[in-house]
């Protein structure tokens, strides 16, 4: 049996999910919780072969609970899921150490593949991102932008597009507020803009509005 943990702020999403995983053979839902911190409760004393992490769970985010996975708990591996952009956030979570990334746009089919690939300790992304992956089209100009960014600089960014001031996104990222103005300036000049009007502009040819 696959031992699964879902972590989603949203308890309808947890219910489809839970009802999926019960529908099929091989898997086992161990728990749900709605934050980070009750994740975090549950991982000192449960042991699930695969957690799906919600990208936009409260609290800590999900790149960062992502990262305080791997480093406590390396044994357990993570499937983060969203409806955020699956062809910007997939590469960053996975570059962040998970073993797959499943949009909430994907079909139902989709989520015991996806739980049993990732529980075998195989990478999972859907045909259709590994198709927009395999392919840097010139017409996709902010796509092209996007590859050149560190997974903390597209936080950083995502974080600043949703309207936080630099104050809100150090305290939301544990940084300090002259780090995140250093994030800026990397991303205005990886962007090649040169003021933040622009810089949000690319945020949202970036879908991260």
Do not use: C, W
């Not at 031992?3 to 529908?23: Q, T, W, Y």
Request: no cysteine.
């Amino acid at each position: 049996m696959i031992k699964v943990l879902i972590a989603d702020n949203h308890p309808i999403i947890r219910m489809g999910v839970k009802k999926v995983l019960e529908s099929a053979e091989g898997f086992e839902l161990i728990d749900e919780v709605a934050t980070t911190e009750e994740l975090f409760e549950k991982l000192k004393d449960t042991t699930p072969d695969v957690v799906m992490l919600e990208m936009d769970i409260p609290e800590i985010n999900g790149i960062a609970a992502l990262r305080k996975i791997k480093k406590e708990y390396a044994d357990v591996k993570v499937l983060m899921y969203s409806g955020q952009s699956e062809d910007v956030y997939a590469l960053s979570a996975i570059r962040a150490g998970a073993f797959g990334y499943l949009s909430k746009s994907s079909g139902v089919e989709y989520i015991t593949a996806a739980v049993k690939k990732v529980s075998e300790g195989s990478m999972f992304i859907t045909n259709e991102l590994a198709q927009r992956l395999a392919f840097d089209e010139g017409t996709k100009k902010p796509r092209r932008f996007f590859r050149r960014l560190s997974t903390r600089e597209i936080e950083v960014l995502k974080l600043l597009a949703s309207g936080k001031r630099n104050k809100e996104v150090a305290l939301g990222l544990n940084l300090n507020e002259k780090t995140v103005s250093t994030y800026k300036a990397r991303l205005m000049k990886k962007l090649n803009v040169d003021n933040m009007v622009d810089l949000l502009q690319q945020a949202k040819a970036l879908e991260l509005y």
